[in-house]
T-cell receptor
């Protein structure tokens, strides 16, 4: 069974559209994250939730809105997509000690 | 904010060679993690380090948590073609800070 699974794996959409990426973890972890990986492979944290509470909110445009319905799920909704939003978005989860486990990523392409 | 300097940016080696990469931080970390990312996949955790001075192995991989708590290195011995990928270090300050800060990665290429 996949520990951290995110859907879709690929997402191609036009500028201005709204899209969502879903993430689920079956590891029983309390903390979940969204990371963005740019074309240079740099991984930058966007958000983190601990037990459904937002604990990390980096400098991210407010077009990006995370939502955690329960501690096993963390979704990312993006409004009014822009060309610069094209990247790979990774979901991850961890327990307190910080060993984060990543999903396979969602490659978002905005055209 | 916290910054991690990871070096080298890329390495091009022959199969069988040993390789070393390292990360340095501008601030203290309580946890150091090393990940490998294959093309089209998410980062996979290789080694986790929790104590200053700790030396941990995972097969041909060995990593150490620097005694200053501001650095860590990863060694790969007797490299094989499937070691190809991007290796990332990541650090966490600890306490209630859940944030993992990543280095910019080391791209490893292994010539058979």
């Amino acid at each position: 069974d996949t520990a951290v699974s995110q859907t879709p794996k690929y997402l191609v959409t036009q500028m201005g559209n709204d899209k969502s990426i879903k993430c689920e973890q079956n590891l029983g972890h309390d903390t979940m994250y969204w990371y963005k990986q740019d074309s240079k492979k740099f991984l930058k944290i966007m958000f983190s939730y601990n037990n459904k509470e937002l604990i990390i909110n980096e400098t991210v445009p407010n077009r990006f809105s995370p939502k955690s319905p329960d501690k096993a799920h963390l979704n990312l909704h993006i409004n009014s997509l822009e060309l610069g939003d094209s990247a790979v978005y990774f979901c991850a989860s961890s327990q307190v000690e910080g060993r984060a486990f990543f999903g396979q990523g969602t490659r978002l392409t905005v055209v | 904010g916290q910054q991690l300097n990871q070096s080298p940016q890329s390495m091009f080696i022959q199969e069988g060679e040993d390789v070393s990469m390292n990360c340095t931080s501008s601030s203290i970390f309580n946890t150091w993690l090393w990940y490998k990312q294959d093309p089209g996949e998410g980062p996979v955790l290789l080694i986790a380090l929790y104590k200053a001075g700790e030396l941990t192995s995972n097969g041909r991989l060995t990593a150490q948590f620097g005694i200053t708590r501001k650095d860590s290195f990863l060694n790969i011995s007797a490299s094989i073609p499937s070691d190809v990928g991007i290796y990332f270090c990541a650090g966490r300050a600890g306490g209630s800070n859940y944030k993992l800060t990543f280095g910019k990665g080391t791209l490893l290429t292994v010539n058979p």
